[in-house]
């Protein structure tokens, strides 16, 4: 019996699934690629990190009429689609897990990205949540959050209860996200609230700088998100999707959740869809041709960035691509060079010649070499290391294998053997290289620039082939619905307001 004033125990259950894949990587991930914590693991390796599960257990932990289960989590490195063996074992353990905790649960929260791919099952984050559904019964609410990246499925809608999205690009509220994800859960618990979902598809692949949240026009849809949440709404995103996911719902769509009102949820879904459809053109990469780029850097008087966001690892790209290396040789780039790449075996043969050796190495194309033939290039052996650091932009550690520093001339080769997040200046100051001594600047994250580089005189976003390329025409698409902006010539667009529940 509760005594006057006390409140009745929660028990509230966490879990975590996590990846972002890009379908045009051919490089399929594996489960080994996965950190894997379940119990009390899962809240030490969040306890510190800048993670939407560390936002979560921030509100859960604090209050005391809540008991935290914390069940199990699985996150990966972005990369290419996950083979199908991986899924099932991380869909039978979670799944296993949950089924052991259920007994009693007052709510669930589910930390998703929303772009994840399997073979066999394009929307793995629907299955898992139609499952998780079906343990936990339909009273149960479940609140996830997920990345504006994210591709939310009418499966995963039909299943959730309701969801926090990130509102920056690049993403610096990680915490908040899963921090607001929590605090809707409680107000489902305590208060009764009934979130109602209103969707509108917008058939519609955006990237550039326009998407950067403190400057671009992609940002004042965001912030009138974050009012509608301070107003009317229990929560609101504009998501983007990921245009390297092709999968059959991939598109970008607007979000309003209200308290049981359906009409306001419908009203400001439609209007942020059509604000989003009027700027489509706005968000499209201007992208550099590399010869240009390189003629300009030639005569730059500060250092300058080239960003290879066709080739960024936290995209879902392999990492391996030697186009600007290959650009920067041929045309008799002077100046000096600092640049990342994925090459296993570059290392190893590296790491067997030892520190001050010479040797002619074939560079790059080691995981996509259709795309990147491998380039011959004699090189002096400066450094070897493991590949642990640190990362900038969320302070987890950054396992890249071994690694070796390679100078080709007045180009510096930070060469690592495992896809990374390449989104700071880590990779390089782990390697004793800081990027202000150097003239260019090869960033590999579409994002890094804005947050980390902005000592350039100038960035140029080079038009290069990759996995993750902002010429999204190029790419290829499959799947996905057409006709889709800008894959296909005069896209109609015919808004309708999907809700749910039904």
């Not at 914390?70 to 099932?88: C, H, Q, T």
């Not at 979000?255 to 306001?264: E, F, H, K, Q, R």
Request: charged content about 20%.
């Amino acid at each position: 019996m509760l005594l006057p004033g006390e409140k009745a125990l929660r028990r509230i259950l966490v879990l975590q699934c996590e990846q972002e894949i890009s379908s045009f990587n051919p490089v399929p991930t594996e489960y080994e690629s996965f950190s894997i914590a379940m119990g009390e693991a899962l809240i030490e390796a969040n306890r510190q990190a800048d993670t939407c599960v560390r936002g979560a257990l921030d509100v859960l932990g604090a209050r005391s009429d809540v008991t935290v289960v914390p069940v199990y989590g699985a996150k990966a490195p972005s990369g290419g689609v996950l083979r199908a063996d991986a899924f099932r074992r991380i869909k039978g353990d979670l799944l296993a897990a949950l089924r052991e905790h259920a007994q009693g649960a007052d709510g669930l929260y589910f930390s998703l990205h929303g772009a994840m791919g399997a073979e066999g099952e394009l929307d793995p984050e629907g299955h898992l949540l139609e499952a998780a559904r079906g343990i936990l019964g339909p009273d149960v609410p479940i609140v996830t959050s997920l990345d504006l990246h994210g591709i939310l499925t009418a499966r995963m809608l039909r299943n959730m209860t309701a969801t926090a999205v990130y509102h920056t690009y690049p993403h610096e509220d990680f915490i908040d996200t899963g921090a607001r994800a929590a605090r809707l859960l409680l107000r489902i618990i305590d208060t009764g609230a009934r979130p109602v979902m209103a969707r509108v598809k917008v058939p519609a692949l955006v990237r550039g700088p326009e998407l950067f949240t403190k400057s671009g026009c992609y940002g004042e849809i965001i912030r009138n998100a974050k009012r509608l949440e301070a107003n009317v709404a229990l929560a609101a995103a504009m998501l983007i999707g990921n245009p390297f996911t092709d999968v059959p719902e991939l598109c970008s769509q607007s979000l309003v959740i209200t308290d049981g009102d359906v009409d306001a949820a419908k009203r400001e879904a439609l209007a942020m869809a059509v604000g989003f459809w009027r700027q489509r053109e706005r968000m499209r990469a201007p992208l550099v041709s590399l010869d240009g780029a390189i003629e300009a850097a030639k005569t730059a008087t500060a250092p300058v960035t080239f960003t290879d966001a066709a080739d960024a690892p936290s995209s879902g790209a392999s990492g391996d691509s030697n186009a600007i290396l290959k650009g920067l040789l041929q045309r008799g780039y002077p100046g000096r060079v600092l640049m990342p790449i994925v090459d296993a075996p570059a290392v190893e043969r590296a790491h067997a010649a030892g520190v001050g050796a010479r040797l002619q190495l074939a560079i790059g194309g080691s995981l996509d070499p259709e795309r990147f033939p491998p380039l011959p290039v004699e090189v002096r052996v400066a450094m070897l290391g493991e590949g642990r650091w640190r990362h900038e932009v969320n302070g987890l550690m950054a396992n890249a294998g071994r690694t070796a520093v390679l100078e080709a001339g007045k180009i510096t080769l930070i060469v690592i053997s495992r896809p990374v997040h390449l989104m700071d200046r880590g990779v390089f100051l782990a390697h004793g290289h800081d990027p202000r001594d150097f003239d260019l600047i090869v960033i590999k994250s579409p994002g890094a620039y804005s947050r980390f580089f902005t000592f350039a005189e100038e960035n140029f976003v080079v038009d290069v082939p990759g996995a993750t390329s902002a010429n999204l025409p190029l790419l290829g698409h499959k799947v996905c619905a057409r006709p889709m902006f800008p894959l296909d010539p005069d896209v109609v667009f015919e808004p309708e307001v999907e809700v749910y529940p039904a």
